[in-house]
């Protein structure tokens, strides 16, 4: 059956209706509940609903609960070593949160192997995004098949079940969960759905999934699915949770490269709602703005000081994934894979004399790549994952008296720079 995808401008509440076709069907024969609003999949199955369990639900064998150590209710900026975190498990065992709010969770995960056969996972309170620092592999769902590679986002709707395959030995993922969906800034688009001609990214510039022949098996297939923040209940099907032979909708995942994200460059500081990709919730409600710092030519006016100026956040909390160590306010700080965490009115400035450096910068392409999460109305606070990978020296790193590392090597660039 073709795919079939609708697009367009995508409403805050999520839905999905499920069908069969065994026969003709009736209306007594439609699965699913009206009334809704918001962004929503069709799925056509072949014989069964997938309501039918075959055993009763038990207590999953892992958790992904979050726990806090006691500093975590000390207000001061921290520096996490994601790199330094060990590779284990697969992607959805081997996640750690690091930090972690009420509607909001940013997660490592780092798997040397697939899931096991013929397992799956559901995530029933969070929609995800991963963003890919490295590793290829496939993400098998319900909707069918997405390749993934370094340097993109994976954006996977609340309540799709799926499996993540590897095709390289191991891979480093960043996770984003958020009770609210994940989708392009709605700002970047006009009343039709279309993203605007001045919009860093372009809707059309997602890679949708392969549907391949449904899987029409009998048999137990177990789907662990996370919820009650964090915990896990696995269900078991009798028949395979990919038996769609085909869906509509605008609810499914996708992939998006980060080349994609066009950056935008001016004469001054361009700050970072110039680098949004994505947005979750709105303000003043919580969610978060998802920003992408690609290479970009840095402000050229004579007076321009390329180095961010010193600030901080009155109603967020500011996270941000540092890809590679070419970040000009943070050179000789982080590392690739580092990862900062700036509560609300804490605030934060280039480190040493990375201001005065970067007056070099000037009108010059920069080498950085990261990914940066600024939250609405919502506090974060790092957990114990987080806590035992983190720089102590951190919040002394702005003193005079610090010494920084020489950074050497070009960095990232996009094909345009």
């Not at 026969?23 to 007594?28: D, I, P």
């Not at 099907?237 to 001016?266: M, N, Q, T």
């Not at 790092?382 to 720089?391: E, K, L, S, V, Y």
Request: hydrophobic share 35%; glycine share 8%.
């Amino acid at each position: 059956m073709v795919l079939i995808v609708k697009k367009g401008t995508v409403p805050p509440t999520p839905h999905t209706e499920f069908y069969v076709i065994p026969k003709v069907l009736t209306k007594e024969e439609i699965h699913g509940s009206y009334g809704f609003s918001g962004a929503w999949s069709r799925k056509i199955h072949v014989r069964f609903y997938p309501t039918e369990q075959v055993k009763p639900p038990r207590r999953g064998d892992f958790a992904l609960v979050p726990d806090f150590p006691p500093e975590a209710d000390v207000l001061q900026p921290y520096h996490i070593f994601t790199g330094r975190m060990p590779h284990e498990g697969d992607a959805i065992r081997g996640r750690k949160p690091i930090v972690h709010g009420s509607r909001t969770t940013l997660s490592i995960s780092k798997p040397r192997e697939a899931m096991p056969e013929d397992t799956f996972f559901r995530n029933g309170e969070r929609h995800e995004v991963y963003f890919v620092q490295d590793g290829e592999g496939v993400v098998h769902s319900e909707y069918g098949d997405l390749k993934f590679r370094k340097d993109v986002y994976i954006a996977i709707p609340k309540g799709t079940t799926y499996r993540i395959d590897l095709t390289s030995p191991k891979a480093w993922l960043l996770l984003v969960e958020s009770v609210y969906p994940i989708n392009f800034a709605p700002h970047y688009f006009n009343k039709e759905g279309q993203a605007t001609l001045m919009s860093p990214v372009v809707e059309t510039e997602i890679e949708t999934p392969d549907l391949p022949a449904y899987r029409d098996e009998r048999g137990e297939f177990p789907i662990d699915v996370k919820h009650g923040g964090g915990k896990i209940t696995r269900i078991i099907l009798g028949h395979h949770p990919f038996d769609l032979a085909g869906w509509e909708g605008a609810l499914y995942p996708f992939v998006f490269d980060v080349k994609s994200h066009h950056g935008i460059a001016r004469e001054i500081h361009t700050a970072p709602p110039m680098h949004q990709t994505f947005q979750s919730g709105n303000v003043p409600h919580s969610g978060f703005s998802l920003c992408s710092f690609v290479p970009v030519m840095a402000g050229w006016h004579p007076l321009e000081v390329p180095a961010p100026y010193a600030h901080f956040n009155v109603d967020s909390d500011e996270l941000m994934f540092f890809c590679n160590p070419f970040y000009g306010a943070r050179e000789g700080v982080v590392e690739e894979g580092s990862f900062t965490f700036h509560p609300g009115s804490t605030p934060h400035s280039p480190q040493g004399n990375a201001a005065q450096r970067s007056l070099a910068a000037r009108g010059k392409v920069q080498g950085r790549l990261a990914v940066m999460l600024d939250t609405y109305f919502e506090s974060m606070r790092i957990t114990t994952h987080g806590f035992a990978h983190r720089d102590p020296q951190y919040v002394l790193s702005w003193a005079e008296t610090t010494p920084h590392a020489e950074v050497k090597g070009e960095g990232w660039e996009s094909p345009s720079a």
